[in-house]
């Protein structure tokens, strides 16, 4: 909303337009510079709610907001639509795929993760990743696709069984929700298909799922999931996935091969490749290393942000969780660093504040740790409770009034009528 | 809503789930028949909508319904998804891509059409048809890589031009709608950007828009696109299609090169090749010749409706237009044949009730001739009286509450904040 600072402003290219660049972006509104966001799609996607796009529950325009409305009235904020080839940081610009280079004076590396595979054998080429509206929207024709298969063909050879590797929130979500979906859809549109032909399966390496939840609450999940007809199947590596299924260790030294029509991977994600193609010190995981204010060692005029960078955790230990709240803390705390670097200020470290973890298993039924503002406590919510904090906070967050309005139209829509909303394939 | 039918009910097959398809299916839940609709798509297109999935205004999902939700508590109602590859009349069998073999007591054809480039060289690489549901989102996506392109190119070169061929309804509503997104879009995201820069074309080869309408309402369209920026070109013809723009006549001998970013096909539609493989007689337009009761010639069990069809006009010359209206009246007839056939009665022939036509300009301009209950006589209509009248049957014809519910919301939204809801592009 402020007028156009001077001309020979000092320049902000923001790598990224997830949620860490877009609050640096809206940050950076009020601080005397030119910035530019750099994205290669011209929509910032609401990568929580994607697991229901892949579902059939929202449309994949509810949860995507164009960059450029962010735009408006904004005449000091400029976006390109673009790849980022690599970062030259003694040169201080940033090279685009079609060969502009971008001076900065100033630049915030936030160009979130990619899949991690984890070098299992075939996962990259047979699993479905969910990372992207593409990916959402490629999980959602390939589960429709199974049905209409397994009508002409018969669901032999498990065609109709599917597996989510990773048993952390997204992985959970996409259990519940491809749950709840194949028993409406199997007994509403499905008539002639058998219910019990197929199954989905729920893979976690790990003791429990929910690894960063308090236990009563994961043992909850697990509960609801089982209810609503997925298997779990914890302390289970997968050793490999196929265009069949995928093969999981049971035992010390015996493998299965499970047949599946659709793995769905939610196992992790690594840094993205910007990373790696910009001679930046990185993390044994690829993720950029940060200094306590954020920026990169060396370079203060650098910040790394978000699922690229390794934030520090309050307390020291792993770097915070590839999540959307260290995303967005961590741009505004870059763009208060701008700021207070203009003015001559020192840095300032970086203080994480945990505002809590929620997931949801389906319908009126959730599990979340909120912390309370007073004390700082987590909260426990399960069940009705947390689903509706999990409703209420995501409409919060959404961008874009439209957004807000069209998901809260699907979610009323589903809940009262007790079916899915748009559940259509398109592209492809 | 019909309980099961007797296991040795006659077998009806619906070839395509369009307006037509979809139309008999509904009418022949009342029938004691089994009937299966085959479809390449699993969903049902709102076609008349498909310019404002286009130009950002809808959701893809908000004009696609999935045919099997028309299944629930049908019991004699099923889908296959698939492609036709030919009709085998002779042994009333219809064998779809995968090999699958479907008999058949009654035939419904309701295939639809292909887009109609008519021989002109380059149509087909180069321009961008508006048929499919897939047509419409390539449309958007190239309609922004656009704007983008001329961000970092500069707009030289008519890269921000577009040419919409076929001054039809669908090419009217096209550049109307395109003028009003282009001018509100360059003012609110691309402010970098010249608003003289680019241009919307509407060219015609005869000489007034709106072939169908009476004169005063096609010079109103006319004088309403001039006035929201688009240049009409009556009288023209294209003679190629190249990657960076088409080729039009400009008198006798002349032509002239205009460069183009963008080139939307909407001069017609021949019918789709399952015609054609089928030996059925076909007229020289491509279209399946029917008897008076739309059954073929010689096969009183093989009906052909909708734009497929050369279904006859009640005074006889030209058959029917390719619009929703004969599609779906013959959906219907075709439904009343085959249950009078089940009762020994004799053939009727189809009478068609028009009841009028519309087309849509821009925010609260537009033309509709609406037939009159009593009289059938024509009423003329124009501006905002046409424009709610145009709104209100959109709505009313749509598949499924969800999908009335979001596009009211949609048009509601754009209507107040007068700008457009989703316009993301995803996928390719």
Chains 1, 2 share one sequence.
Do not use: C
Not at 53 to 64: C, F, I, K, S
Not at 302 to 311: K, R, S
């Amino acid at each position: 909303m402020s007028g156009a600072p001077p001309e020979n402003s000092p320049r902000v290219v923001i790598l990224g337009a997830g949620f860490g660049g877009i609050a640096a972006a809206r940050a950076l509104a009020s601080v005397p510079v030119h910035t530019t966001i750099v994205d290669r799609n011209y929509y910032n996607t609401f990568q929580p709610l994607l697991y229901q796009v892949a579902t059939g529950g929202l449309n994949a325009g509810d949860v995507a907001y164009p960059v450029r409305n962010l735009l408006r009235r904004r005449h000091a904020l400029d976006f390109r639509w673009g790849t980022v080839e690599r970062v030259d940081a003694d040169k201080r610009a940033v090279f685009l795929g079609d060969g502009t280079e971008l001076r900065y004076d100033f630049l915030i590396i936030a160009t979130g993760a990619t899949i991690n595979y984890f070098g299992v054998p075939g996962a990259a080429e047979h699993a479905q990743a969910i990372y992207t509206l593409d990916d959402a929207l490629a999980v959602r024709r390939r589960m429709f696709e199974q049905f209409e298969h397994a009508v002409s063909a018969g669901g032999e050879g498990g065609v109709l069984n599917v597996v989510i590797v990773g048993g952390g929130p997204t992985g959970v979500e996409m259990a519940g929700a491809l749950a709840e979906l194949r028993t409406l859809i199997l007994d509403s549109s499905y008539p002639s298909l058998d219910p019990q032909m197929g199954s989905v399966l729920l893979v976690e390496q790990k003791e429990a799922l929910l690894g960063g939840f308090e236990g009563p609450l994961a043992a909850y999940a697990q509960r609801e999931l089982t209810r609503r007809g997925v298997e779990v199947r914890l302390s289970t590596a997968v050793r490999e996935v196929s265009a069949g299924g995928l093969t999981i260790n049971s035992g010390e030294e015996a493998s299965t091969f499970l047949p599946a029509g659709l793995v769905v991977w939610a196992a992790g994600v690594a840094a993205s490749s910007v990373a790696a193609s910009s001679e930046l010190a990185l993390t044994a995981h690829g993720r950029i290393e940060v200094g306590p204010n954020l920026a990169i060692p060396g370079r203060p005029e650098v910040f790394a942000i978000g699922d690229v960078a390794a934030t520090p955790a309050p307390g020291g230990g792993h770097p915070l969780a590839q999540l959307a709240q260290p995303a967005i803390q961590g741009g505004h705390h870059a763009a208060r660093e701008i700021s207070a670097a203009l003015s001559g200020a020192q840095p300032t470290p970086f203080s994480y504040k945990d505002k809590g973890i929620m997931a949801t298993i389906g319908r009126r039924s959730a599990v979340a740790e909120i912390a309370l503002p007073a004390t700082r406590r987590l909260l426990p919510l399960r069940g009705t409770p947390a689903w509706f904090a999990w409703l209420g906070l995501h409409i919060y967050f959404l961008l874009g009034g439209r957004n807000r309005a069209a998901v809260l139209l699907n979610w009323a829509w589903r809940y009262v009528s007790w079916r899915r909303g748009p559940r259509v394939i398109v592209g492809g």
